[in-house]
């Protein structure tokens, strides 16, 4: 059973940084894909941003608009996102998640870590 363990969650001014990261316990073919999804209360999760393994294809939401850049450690089987210019819209609850492959929905992914608060204030 593969084990996410997520790190860097926290609270930031309007404007400002945060790093998260996420690392799986092992490699298996099911954490060929990961990255982050977000949730506020009463939504559904929407993805954040996700990285592929094979060729490091990158895929964000439609929300990060340049302002988030996801990467990733092969060695240390780990994932970072780093996030610029928060906005007070961006505040959830961050899930790192790893799967044999990407998916654009919360639906399908096999490991899911324990979630980070992001909170951005104004």
């Known amino acids: 059973q593969v084990k996410l363990v997520e790190s860097g969650g926290g609270s930031v001014q309007a404007g400002g940084s945060l790093r998260l990261s996420c690392a799986a316990s092992?490699?298996?073919?099911?954490?060929?894909?990961m990255g982050w999804f977000r949730q506020t209360p009463g939504k559904a999760r929407e993805k954040v941003a996700l990285f592929y393994t094979g060729g490091g294809a990158t895929s964000y939401g439609d929300f990060v608009k340049d302002r988030f850049t996801i990467s990733r450690d092969n060695a240390k089987e780990a994932v970072y996102l780093q996030m610029n210019n928060l906005k007070p819209e961006d505040s959830a609850m961050y899930y790192c998640?790893?799967?044999?492959?990407?998916?654009?929905?919360?639906?399908?992914?096999?490991?899911w870590g324990q979630g980070s608060q992001v909170t951005v204030s104004s």
């Open positions: 998640v790893a799967g044999g492959s990407c998916y654009v929905s919360a639906l399908g992914w096999t490991y």
């Open positions: 092992e490699y298996t073919y099911l954490t060929n894909c």
